[in-house]
């Protein structure tokens, strides 16, 4: 098995753009961190495109994917903790090739979260969580109440990975096991809503309200990232400069919704612009004088 192996990964480690390799075995046949497969190589380049490829082998009645994945997208997935696997390949794998120390110095700096990165990732789960959290509550107004269920848990588990993010941790598969470390609270909130035996109405309409504290508590910390980039410069904001910033990037699909509870909250002024049109003005944003 390790000659076969050494067979997949050997021609890589040649290529200058080849930065790392790691194996992940599977614990057990349950085990589904590696997808069922006997054996994950992670290989970790510094190439264009594409930004991630996959390949399936098989030997000896073994199952091997080997997933090409390039740094870029190695950051996006860690940042908006879209493949949570891959923070437990980087963290636990068995390193079998690191260029220059590359993988050693990644690791490092997970292990650091540096300020930066970490306000990054708690705006794109803030911002997730404003959209989650006002599509629930607006569809359990209407009755809508397993929608908004469904709508609620998830905005749980961005409060989750929110909370544990602010305590300079990275969100792990258990996420749920950590907030109950970090903030028993929320895991309160949590157990409530998927064991508590009230109807699914009594649930959510307790829940909804806890949700509404928690996100005025969180509102400063998770906005930091936004208004600390709207206050780098003098001049209001149009949307489309905010949306098509590569800094909010990761949750510009949120950002209307997001912007929108921030002038609610009084976080964000509007600024009205002139048009040609007779009485009609571009709408732009400024952080509010209170925070300024």
Do not use: C
Not at 10 to 25: A, W
Not at 173 to 190: A, C, F, R, S
Request: hydrophobic share 40%; glycine share 4%; no cysteine.
């Amino acid at each position: 098995m390790d000659d076969f192996l050494r067979q997949l990964y050997q021609d890589r480690t040649s290529d200058l753009h080849t930065l790392g390799v790691m194996m992940i075995e599977s614990k057990d046949s349950k085990d589904a961190i590696t997808d069922y497969f006997d054996v994950v190589l992670l290989v970790i380049v510094s190439e264009n495109k594409p930004l991630w490829e996959t390949k399936h082998y098989t030997y000896d009645g073994y199952k091997v994917a080997m997933h090409l994945v390039h740094t870029e997208q190695l950051n996006i997935w860690l940042i908006n903790s879209s493949n949570r696997r891959v923070f437990d390949w980087v963290m636990n794998g068995k390193v079998l090739f690191d260029r220059n120390e590359f993988v050693k110095e990644f690791r490092e700096q997970m292990f650091d979260f540096p300020m930066e990165e970490r306000k990054l990732r708690i705006g794109v789960e803030f911002a997730k969580l404003i959209r989650r959290f006002t599509d629930g509550k607006a569809l359990f107004h209407e009755g809508h109440y397993l929608d908004s269920y469904n709508q609620i848990l998830h905005a749980l588990h961005n409060l989750a990975r929110l909370s544990v993010i602010e305590h300079g941790f990275y969100p792990e598969v258990t996420v749920w096991q950590q907030v109950k470390q970090i903030e028993p609270e929320i895991h309160k909130l949590y157990s409530e809503l998927v064991t508590g035996e009230e109807s699914i109405e009594k649930k959510l309409d307790l829940l909804l309200i806890a949700n509404e504290f928690e996100l005025t508590s969180k509102t400063r910390l998770g906005s930091a990232h936004l208004l600390d980039l709207m206050a780098s410069k003098d001049e209001p904001w149009s949307i489309e400069e905010l949306k098509t910033s590569m800094e909010v990037s990761e949750y510009s699909l949120d950002l209307t919704i997001l912007l929108e509870f921030l002038v609610q909250k009084g976080y964000v002024d509007i600024i009205r612009m002139k048009t040609r049109g007779n009485s009609i003005y571009h709408r732009y944003y400024q952080v509010g004088d209170s925070l300024s």
